[in-house]
């Protein structure tokens, strides 16, 4: 009993205002509980210019030709026909089906270059499934995102993954496989290559690419906006780019947005601000509008400050 209203104290303590519920000042508390400091994260991510050499036994860049224009499309290999039996067969009820592909299966390997915490709800059949471990990898010849329903990573930034692919999906901008056998880590720890493109918007060709970009901040990442944060080139006039009328990727330019994932989001990071000039580096996607993906604070840089401007 004695433990348990122990406990519960220190979380009242931790949660609450402090001096108000203990009714101690600053000093009080100080002196009671330690004097602590604020420590930032690092997070470093070992980045490289180097580019890569190698590909799986076929090369991500092979399976971007086998998705069609289709808004919505699978594709699977003749042993994956879930969740229909019948090849040509309706799986929803706008008509969409399941695509047997004699191309697959391949085998692909790939440099991760976003950690597999990318979430993405993709409608399949119908269905809306749940991608909680998403991430992307790239080769010598492109990157392509990988749909993974885990919330254990089994690696990182780095490491060297194959896989066999048996399906593939196209929902709306998104290219993705999304049937796959268990992934293998083959090499762990790998520098991860970046292209490194000063600033300039981006296209569905980056899609897949490990991008760098440097510009001027012009937008704060909040829950508006789906805690996107919105880049201009340092030397742009003005940042009217970045108004949020402009910010849907449609018919606007002159910016770049990247998308700080939930995990950075919640501990909101304010070590940037309005006017730093700022070095990202990530996989650019095209989802609702194309974007840098950010999943760990070594892939953003400040270069120089407002205060120094």
Known sequence: ?????VLMLLIAFTFSCGEAELGLD???VNQRFGTSDTI??????DYTEAKYTFTGSDSIASLYPLFPDD???YGVDSDSQYPIKSQGGACDSRGNVVNTLAELPKTIEGIVTLHPRYFQKISFCGQDERFYGSYIIEDSTRGILVLK???????????????RVRGLV???????????????????????YFKDIGFRGLSDDDIGSNLRVTGRVAGLPNNRNFNELCLVDKDAADDSACDFSCTDNDGCSGYVLVSLDREIGQREPDFFKLGDVMEVTGPSVNSFGNKLLVARLGQLKIIKTTESN
Do not use: H
Not at 40 to 45: A, M, Q, R
Not at 170 to 192: C, G, H, L, M, R
């Open 1 to 5: 009993m004695k433990d348990t209203l």
């Open 26 to 28: 600053k000093s009080a």
């Open 40 to 45: 930032p994260v690092i997070e470093t991510v």
């Open 71 to 73: 808004f919505v499309w």
């Open 149 to 163: 329903d885990s919330r254990i990573a089994d690696f990182t930034y780095g490491d060297k993954v194959k896989l």
């Open 170 to 192: 196209k929902f709306f901008d998104t290219y993705a496989v999304i049937v796959s056998d268990q992934e293998e880590v083959i090499e762990k720890a790998n520098p991860v």
